[in-house]
């Protein structure tokens, strides 16, 4: 998954934030000021900056120094667009969902060439940026929603999702079907990827992949 700086003033919301990511399989590292970030940035490589807009120092110097190859997602505050003002990739409002964060994240990613990479989990092998998936060495034939609904599962591992919150993201927003197509959908995932026990069922909210062990707490988005 991706290497992300986390460049938020709020230690709580960065520390939030870096804690949801790193269940979703990303590695992150935080500053809290312009400058700050600036260092990070000439220590190390990253595939993604999420830049708070109200900084210290300043987000549009942060902004005007960056590496042109590094996809920058703004964090502003409701009713403001500051951040989409100075070259970001993408917005997104505060306060949000930690379901929006990881969507946007990965939207990010994706749009900028930056996603990809396996996700391992026992004996099952999703290549993302290949959308194949194998299960003891052998290749699994899903359908393009079966594998949507797993991609959706995999960004989002660890956090409890709503049967609506599935249907936006896997089959988009304009779908106007109803949500017992998610729970289909997820019995033939269970029994083609051998997932019974790790797509959990989570009591009236939806579903999880828990990777984690033994069990997940439940974060209802």
Known sequence: MARILIAEHERAVADLMAANLCLAGHSCDQAYTGAQTLQKLADRPYDLLLLDARVPD???SV????????PLLCLTDRNRA???GFGADACLTKPF??????TKVDRVLRRT???GGEFIFHDLRVDLGGRRVRRAGQEVALTPQEYALLETLVVHRNLALSRDKLLEIAWG????GET?????????LRRKLGLQKAIQTVYKIG???NTLEPSAPDRAV
């Open 180 to 188: 017992r197509t998610v729970d289909v959908h997820i019995q033939r």
């Open 97 to 102: 969902e930690v379901v929006d964060l990881l």
């Open 63 to 70: 902004a005007d120094r960056l590496p042109d190859d590094l």
């Open 58 to 60: 300043g987000a549009r």
């Open 82 to 84: 500051d951040g989409c």
């Open 113 to 115: 060439g930056k996603a």
């Open 207 to 209: 579903y999880r992949l």
């Open 173 to 176: 927003y304009d779908y106007q």
